[in-house]
């Protein structure tokens, strides 16, 4: 099956700061998604994102399909961003893979 | 427009006994999935169904765990025989099409 690298594990903002997160297939996937794991374990939809570029108020993202890779933005960050982040594709069947997450801790 | 909905919310339960877990997908989606996450990872995929069809499992499905969609509609994810080793939580998603919607989640801990 895919692998899928998250990187950083971990990163600490002040609030206001912007960041990157990364992630980094094995293989081509067909379906990307991002999401944001808060503090009670929901998960919750950022992007759908097979490929291209976008844009949901702070955040956006892009996906460069035939290299692999996905990154999201966050812009102007608060408080609230704090929690774990999360792609996961799809290459076979229907299955989700899950990178590892990048957990993210703004602080004010 | 209500998000797809797990019950119970948390379940504590004695190593040995058995468990039911619930889903109720969104409403007119035909695809439902149960994953697992552990402390620390991300979620690990377990079945698939397309309508009342289970489609795909992963191998991390063992013979303890069984889960039905009988008319398409919710779903349950029942562990007999619970090992500590079962502690997790267990994440319900439905979809249309591609992109996949969670639940909260049903937390177990089995002691």
């Known amino acids: 099956g895919i692998q899928v690298e998250q990187s950083p594990p971990d990163l600490i903002l002040q609030e206001g700061a912007n960041s990157t997160l990364r992630c980094n297939f094995s293989d081509s996937v067909n379906n990307l998604q991002w999401f944001h794991q808060n503090p009670w374990g929901q998960l919750i939809n950022l992007f759908y994102i097979p490929s291209g570029t976008k844009q949901n108020g702070r955040l956006s993202a892009t996906t460069v399909a035939t290299e692999r890779y996905s990154l999201l933005y966050i812009s102007s960050s608060q408080t609230t961003d704090s929690g774990v982040y999360f792609c996961?594709?799809?290459?076979?069947?229907?299955?989700?893979?899950f990178g590892a997450g990048t957990i993210l801790r703004v602080k004010s | 427009d209500t998000g797809v909905s797990q019950n119970p919310r948390h379940k504590i339960t004695k190593r040995g006994q058995n468990v039911t877990f619930r889903c109720d997908p969104i409403s007119e989606h035909n695809r439902l999935y149960w994953y697992r996450q552990t402390l620390g990872q991300g979620p690990e995929f377990l079945t698939y169904?397309?309508?009342?069809?289970?489609?795909?499992k992963s191998r991390l499905l063992s013979d303890r765990f069984s889960a039905e969609r009988p008319k398409g509609s919710f779903s349950t994810l029942e562990i007999q025989r619970t090992e500590q080793g079962d502690s997790a939580m267990y994440l319900c998603?439905?979809?249309?099409?591609?992109?996949?919607?969670f639940g909260p989640g049903t937390r177990l801990t089995v002691l």
């Open positions: 998603a439905s979809s249309l099409e591609s992109e996949q919607f």
């Open positions: 169904f397309q309508n009342e069809a289970q489609l795909e």
């Open positions: 996961a594709g799809v290459k076979y069947g229907n299955k989700l893979v």
